[in-house]
Each structure stands twice: as C-alpha cells, then as structure tokens.
T-cell receptor, first 113, second 112 residues
Framework: DSGVTQTPKHLITATGQRVTLRCSPR?????VYWYQQSLDQGLQFLIQ???????AKGNILERFSAQQFPDLHSELNLSSLELGDSALYFC????????????FGPGTRLTVT | ELKVEQNPLFLSMQEGKNYTIYCNYS?????LYWYRQDPGKSLESLFV?????AVKQEGRLMASLDTKARLSTLHITAAVHDLSATYFC????????????FGAGTRLTVKP
C-alpha cells in the first residue's frame, strides 16, 4: 500500500459525459501527478501540481482539467468523453517537485461506452 | 521532441540468468526513474537516479545512469520468477517544464 488513495476504482460512463477522479496523496507529500495508461498510448504524464499550484503539463487534452485543493487532495476532471478516453488513470504523489520518488495510487479504470 | 526508448520490449529468460534492459532518451536530463508494474496493478518505484554515474542496487536489480550517453540500464542478476513484471523507465525533463516521459515498458517473463 503506497498510501495514495484514488476514487472511484472503476467508472463506466457514456460518450459526451463528464467525470471527476479524486486522489489523496500520501501524508506529507506536496506534489500530485496524474497519468493515463492505455494500450495504444502507453503511459502518459498528464499534469503535476505542487502545493496547490500547477507545476508541469504533459499531454493533457483541453477537455481535461485538474486542480489541487488546500488540503492537497487533487481532482482530475474529464469532460466531453470519447471512447478513446477509456484508460487507467493513475495519481502519484511525492514529497516535493521533481527528483523524488513517486508513490502511485491504485488507479481508476475509466470505461467510456 | 523528447523520446524515451526501451529495449527489449519483451524479454523471456530462464531463472538464474542475467540480463540488461536499456533505456535511451533523446534530450538532456539528469533525472531518470525506474518503475515496476505487475499485471492489473499500479506502478511501484524501483530507483531514482539523479546524476551522471549514479548506480543503485536493490536485491537482484541494479540501475545505472550515463547522462552523457543519455542511457540508463537495469541489470537483472540471477533472475527469479518473482521478477516477472513490466519495467518502465521515465525521464524527467527539467528544462522542459518537468515534462515526464515514459518508455514503452519491457515485459519480463522469468521461466523456471
């Protein structure tokens, strides 16, 4: 158990809908990272927040957005969902920003039908 | 564009044998990470390499980083079945706004 929690574990929704994935980092960690893992795209870094501020951006679509709240939990919002958004979404946390070991949560499996 | 290439992508080996997984990347970086993923599971951090010449070892796994060659290796010594998993390397491109790029992963199967 990494200490990172993600909810929900599974999510099934229809195209065009909007969903919110939630992540709670390990106690004491200030950075949260979001990743998408799919069979065709592999593992992709989406976005990183550090102590409430956006720190780095990867291949995140404009339909996706994220935020980190004062209590350091983070949410990833996915809107106008398409079939191709079906994937495993991981959250990871680390103590600071960059150069630290990242601890991954169990993931949320999103299925868009 | 930053590329991270791992090879081989698939590796089947006998227990007791040694092998090396290679991770090449295409831009300047001095931060490289190795992760392990078991089927249907999350990622587990194995090593964080932060400087040229860094070498870290844990059990039968040893990772090294050569930033001049833009190459990291994950060496497996005397493989055992429990090492069967997919191994990913990732590069943290500090000079590109900390963009993290992952390799495609190496699926390792260790046979008795």
């Amino acid at each position: 158990d990494s200490g990172v929690t993600q909810t929900p574990k599974h999510l099934i929704t229809a195209t065009g809908q909007r969903v919110t994935l939630r992540c709670s980092p390990r106690s004491g960690d200030l950075s949260v990272y979001w990743y998408q893992q799919s069979l065709d795209q592999g593992l992709q870094f989406l976005i990183q927040y550090y102590n409430g501020e956006e720190r780095a951006k990867g291949n995140i679509l404009e339909r996706f957005s994220a935020q980190q709240f004062p209590d350091l939990h983070s949410e990833l919002n996915l809107s106008s969902l398409e079939l191709g958004d079906s994937a495993l979404y991981f959250c990871a946390s680390s103590l600071t920003s960059g150069g630290n070991e990242q601890y991954f949560g169990p993931g949320t499996r999103l299925t868009v039908t | 564009e930053l590329k991270v290439e791992q090879n081989p992508l698939f590796l089947s080996m006998q227990e007791g044998k040694n092998y090396t997984i290679y991770c090449n990347y295409s831009t300047t970086s001095d931060r490289l990470y190795w992760y392990r993923q078991d089927p249907g599971k999350s990622l587990e951090s194995l090593f964080v390499l932060l400087s040229n010449g860094a070498v870290k070892q844990e059990g039968r796994l040893m990772a090294s980083l050569d930033t001049k060659a833009r190459l990291s290796t994950l060496h497996i010594t005397a493989a055992v079945h429990d090492l069967s998993a997919t191994y990913f390397c990732a590069v943290d491109v500090v000079y590109n706004n900390n963009d993290m790029r992952f390799g495609a992963g190496t699926r390792l199967t260790v046979k008795p």
